[in-house]
């Protein structure tokens, strides 16, 4: 009687491992799973992650700041092109001004973003994806910060992409490792955080009278 006992429960325990494998992975184990996969990829990297916003926005190649919001990581490449008060950036002589002012993004201005080395790095993907030569850019409307509260206002885009535009004018360049939740429509869906090598920024231009990104 108790072989028979121990064989029960045997079965029933193989039942309950098997069965628990079939199972989907919760929200909060998909979490879990990225944030090791995340920290897996700033190790594997070399990637510092500084404990503060850098006060002149330099970073060092390496240097990587988390927005506590939203848990997407930055590193500015360049904060953008200068122009004069009249919307100019360049000299004279053609030049790009090397004195001037950040053109800034406003509430309801358009951006266009372009990306390339897009890398799924907790997949067996090894493409880097752009579309920085055949195809259009990333159009969003600027509605503010984002938040997980205002993300829903950006999700027909890239939530992430708005994050590092306080610190960044036209023609800004960035570096970002993005949690799934705050990129493309698919990567929500598919659980999958990335990496984008760089992210290149333009907004409308109102003194052109024109929408280009140019």
């Known amino acids: 009687m108790k072989k028979i006992n121990h ?37 594997e990297n070399g990637f510092r992650i500084l404990s503060s916003f850098p006060s002149d926005t330099i970073f060092q190649e390496n240097e990587f700041f988390r927005d506590p919001i939203t848990g997407v990581y930055f590193n500015i490449i360049s904060r953008g092109l200068l122009f004069d008060e009249n919307g100019n950036r360049f000299d004279e002589n053609g030049n790009f001004l090397t004195e001037g002012e950040l053109d800034r993004i406003a509430f309801g201005r358009e951006l266009f973003v372009r990306f390339r080395g897009l890398n799924y790095f907790m997949t067996n993907d090894t493409i880097l994806h752009s579309n920085d030569r055949m195809h259009d850019p990333v159009e969003m409307v600027f509605r503010g910060p984002v938040t997980f509260q205002t993300r829903s206002l950006y999700d027909a885009g890239v939530p992430a992409f708005i994050v590092p535009l306080q610190h960044i004018g036209y023609g800004g360049r960035v570096r970002m490792i993005v949690p799934f939740s705050m990129g493309f429509a698919g990567d929500r869906s598919r659980f999958q955080p990335a990496f984008f090598e760089e992210v290149d920024f333009r907004f409308e231009r109102p003194w052109m009278g024109s929408r280009s990104a140019e």
Request: aromatic share 14%.
């Open 7 to 43: 064989i029960l429960f045997a079965l029933i325990g193989l039942s309950a491992f098997f069965a628990s494998c079939d199972r989907p992975m919760t929200f909060a184990e998909h979490l879990q799973a990225e944030e090791r996969a995340i920290a897996r990829f700033i190790s």
